[in-house]
């Protein structure tokens, strides 16, 4: 059974940049969800995606978008990168919508994004 | 928004010490989960609580889902050295699909 795995691990942009962050779910796993980590902190939830569609977003403005793919794989994009963008982010994928107990998550290693 | 307010936010100790952790919340959860990230990894899943109340073992850990839900522990009993890495509290809000996470204990053993 494959994990998730994340790519690419390291990336540097420069600001204003657009960026496509990609995620391959565990095996049997239908719905992924995107997190961002800044440097000592916690993970922020940014959204999340079932059957294709955003099943959920934090606080995070429009120019944060995704996908999701048929075989469940995901990108995460964001246009017109700000210093602040840089951060792990982080894909995690799990079984069914969301919305009922979370059974934990699976994670991926992350993309770390330094955005200069 | 909801924050979890996770403590103490480092530790140091010797091995074969016991440790206690929490994460406290102004808001109401009906989840509680915890996790550890180890250095350029994601977070794994170390125990999940479902019921206010409810006491999880998870061989040398256990947890507690708060009788308020509003608030939860982990203990690590006889700390080894591979405990060393970063502690997460996570609580999920009734009827959202998100997580939110508390800023972390950092946990160091020294041999």
């Known amino acids: 059974e494959t994990g998730v795995t994340q790519s690419p691990t390291h990336l540097i942009k420069t600001r204003g940049q657009q960026v496509t962050l990609r995620c391959s779910s565990q095996?049997?796993?239908?719905?992924v969800s995107w997190y961002q980590q800044a440097l000592g902190q916690g993970p922020q939830f940014i959204f999340q995606y079932y059957r294709e569609e955003e099943n959920g977003r934090g606080n995070f403005p429009p120019r944060f978008s995704g996908l999701q793919f048929p075989n469940y794989s995901s990108e995460l994009n964001v246009n017109a990168l700000e210093l602040d963008d840089s951060a792990l982010y982080l894909c995690?994928?799990?079984?069914?919508?969301?919305?009922?107990?979370?059974?934990?998550?699976?994670f991926g290693s992350g993309t770390r994004l330094t955005v200069v | 928004g909801q924050q979890l307010n996770q403590s103490p936010q480092s530790m140091f100790i010797q091995e074969g010490e016991d440790v206690s952790m929490n994460c406290t919340s102004s808001s109401i959860f009906n989840t509680w989960l915890w996790y550890k990230q180890d250095p350029g990894e994601g977070p794994v899943l170390l125990i999940a609580?479902?019921?206010?109340?409810e006491l999880t073992s998870n061989g040398r850990l256990t947890a507690q889902f708060g009788i308020t839900r509003k608030d939860s522990f982990l203990n690590i009993s006889a700390s080894i050295p591979s405990d060393v890495g970063i502690y997460f509290c996570?609580?999920?809000?009734?009827?959202?699909?998100?997580?939110?996470f508390g800023k972390g204990t950092k946990l160091t053993v020294n041999p």
């Open positions: 609580l479902y019921k206010a109340g």
């Open positions: 095996s049997g796993h239908n719905t």
């Open positions: 996570a609580g999920q809000p009734g009827g959202s699909e998100k997580l939110v």
């Open positions: 995690a994928s799990s079984v069914g919508q969301g919305r009922g107990p979370n059974r934990g998550y699976t």
